[in-house]
Structures are given as structure tokens and as C-alpha cells.
């Protein structure tokens, strides 16, 4: 063994699991106790079957979820969709503007998807954001504010009962 000042290595490890090992065998084979020689658990056919039958269930369920028909979207909830996304891009440009003290001049600097919104911007300071999801287009514009969203939205707003 190493020195009794020094940590133990691996190797003593090993050495001292080693001499457990053969002391239990020697033990067991005292009192008539065979150790089994069994080959490592995945490798015996009963698990291997079970396995398999497994696998192939799996495949069988992926394969007939696959063939179902996804329903369509509501038009409710494409108009929702598009709304709300409008909502949280009007919000981030806001903050934008907040922060920078001037419109973004594109939605990637604000970490949005260019491909997902209609965005422009004019030198006078308002920008107006459109989004489309499904057949519902849903459009802000900042000279309006709110009322614009709200409007989008099929909400009453005054002077539009």
C-alpha cells in the first residue's frame, strides 16, 4: 500500500476491492454457495424478447398516431393568435423605444422574427406592426394607439359603436 500520509490511489482501491472479493468467495464457497455465471442481464433472450416486443409497440403506436388528422384551427383562435402576437410586438417595440429613445429599424434588433410581423416605421416617429396568422390579419398603428389594436379586435371603443 501507498504511504499511510498519502491519499489512497485508485490501484489501492482496486487492490482492497479486489481482496474483499476473493475473501467473499472464499466465504461462500465454504458454506456451498456457487456464484452465477449468468451472462449480463441484456443479453439473456427473455429480456431481449421483451424488449423487442417493446420497441415494435412503440413503432406501431408512433406509426398509427401519425395517420390521425390534426383538426384545423379555429378562426377564433387564429384571430387570438394574431392579436396577441401584435400585443407582445407592439409591447417590445415600445420598450424598445423607451431604452433607445428611437424606433427599432427592424424587429431583429428587438429579437423578434422579421418573417412573423409587417413592421414600418416613419421619420416622424410612429410605426404601424401587422401580424397574419391563418386567414386573420390583425394591424397597430401607433398614431392611433390603442385604439387601433382594439378595433382589430372587434372591441367598442368611443365613436365606433
Known sequence: MADRGAPPSGS???????????RAAEVDGAHGITASTKGPLLSRPPVVASVFIVFVGVMVFNL???RRKIPPIPPQAEAAAAQISVMIGTQVVEAYREE???LPASLVD????DEAYV???SSD???EL????????????????PASLLRAMGLPIEGNR
Open 130 to 145: 401587422g401580424a397574419a396568422v391563418g386567414s386573420t390579419r390583425v394591424r397597430y398603428d401607433s398614431r392611433e394607439g
Open 64 to 66: 398509427q398516431s401519425s
Open 12 to 22: 489501492d482501491y482496486a487492490d482492497a476491492m479486489r481482496g474483499v472479493l476473493e
Open 125 to 127: 416617429g410612429h410605426f
Open 119 to 121: 413592421y414600418s416605421r
Open 110 to 113: 428587438v429579437g423578434l422574427e
Open 100 to 102: 433607445h429613445g428611437e
